[in-house]
């Protein structure tokens, strides 16, 4: 599909707090392609979008507008994964064309992160980078492996711990529900620590749901991953949210049970917790029956609340 000026394959995904932002594509797919849960590039091959085509996409938005956007989110899977120098040149053409841009963002993996230098990540700072989100999904390691995710939780704490001392703000995909059923007390917990340890500036929780076209599927009918029930979404919600000991932005969105939660913490604590409180005694009173995709009418409602189609130029946020 085109996306402008850039031909671009597959979805792209980006985190609420970005709903107002341009999102500017910059890579297809995602480096690491490998997680269990994820479907959005499993059928895209990984690949840098030609530098012409990103400046020609910045012309053609300058010639609609020329004072320009006030945010810019760079598209693709984990768009950190660009070597440091073709970042630079991104971030240089975004600053050239759109001086008024006040800030960019872009997704990112612990390996992205691994794999700059300090130097180098003081140099996309300087050159206008922004907040990097980052897929931690959870904070136990075994989940982490069965998933297939690119890190473990000490190495999550080492990178982050790197972002902070460069003073590089982050925020953090998790996921509840990413342990199975039966997990919700201990991945809560766990998941709190962690992000007590590397202190987010924002938190996006989605709970897990499994897509017929991801690997974690065909897992599910063998009977060797049994997904967490939407009781046990909202308890896990529940301990991560009692247990995070940091100010941050929350924004959260339970697929099953369609509860949406956003605030700042720790100051709208008890007013999540209390709507957190109503939705768990509303599901235990009115048990569901364990589905593993959300109450949509058909796959398109699903795709929509996660990725965009051509003709949608802000892309859907959660």
């Known amino acids: 599909m085109n996306y402008g000026a850039v031909a671009y394959e597959g979805s792209i995904c980006r985190p609420p707090m970005e ?24 059928d895209v091959p990984f690949r840098l979008i030609p530098l012409d085509e990103v400046e020609a996409e910045l012309q053609r938005i300058r010639a609609l507008n020329a004072r320009g956007p006030r945010r810019i989110f760079l598209g693709g899977g984990d768009a950190l994964a660009l070597p440091a120098e073709r970042l630079s040149a991104v971030l240089e053409m975004i600053r050239r064309y759109f001086p008024r841009c006040r800030e960019i963002t872009a997704d990112a993996t612990v390996t992205d992160i691994r ?5 180098q990540l003081l140099r996309l ?10 897929g931690l999904e959870c904070g136990l390691d075994t989940v982490l492996t069965r998933l297939h995710k690119d890190h473990n939780n000490t190495e999550a704490i080492m990178q982050l711990e790197r972002l902070n001392a460069l003073s590089m703000p982050h925020g953090a995909h998790v996921m509840t529900g990413a342990g199975g059923r039966g997990s919700a007390a201990e991945n809560g917990l766990a998941t709190a620590r962690l992000l007590n340890r590397v202190r987010p500036c924002a938190i996006i929780n989605v709970s ?23 009781l046990e979404h909202l308890r896990e919600e529940r301990a991560l949210l009692t247990n995070l000991e940091l100010p ?9 049970s369609e509860l949406r939660l956003i605030g700042n ?12 409180d109503m939705a768990i005694d509303d599901c235990a009173a ?9 109450r949509c009418a058909d796959q398109r409602q ?7 189609d051509e003709e949608d130029l802000r892309f859907c946020a959660f």
């Open 125 to 134: 700072r300087d050159a206008g980078l922004g907040c990097l989100y980052v």
């Open 208 to 230: 897990m749901f499994i897509d017929n076209r991801a690997p974690l599927f065909a897992e599910v009918e063998k009977g060797a991953f049994h997904p967490a029930s939407a």
């Open 248 to 256: 941050l932005r929350y924004d959260s969105f339970q697929v099953f």
């Open 286 to 294: 009115r048990p569901q029956p364990l589905r593993i995709m959300p």
């Open 115 to 119: 794999r700059k230098s300090d130097a």
């Open 19 to 42: 709903e107002g932002a341009f999102i500017l594509p910059v890579q297809d797919g995602c480096s690491h392609n490998q997680c269990l849960f994820c479907h959005f590039y499993k």
């Open 302 to 308: 699903v795709d929509m609340a996660f990725s965009t």
């Open 265 to 276: 913490l720790p100051r709208d604590r008890e007013r999540l917790l209390r709507r957190l």
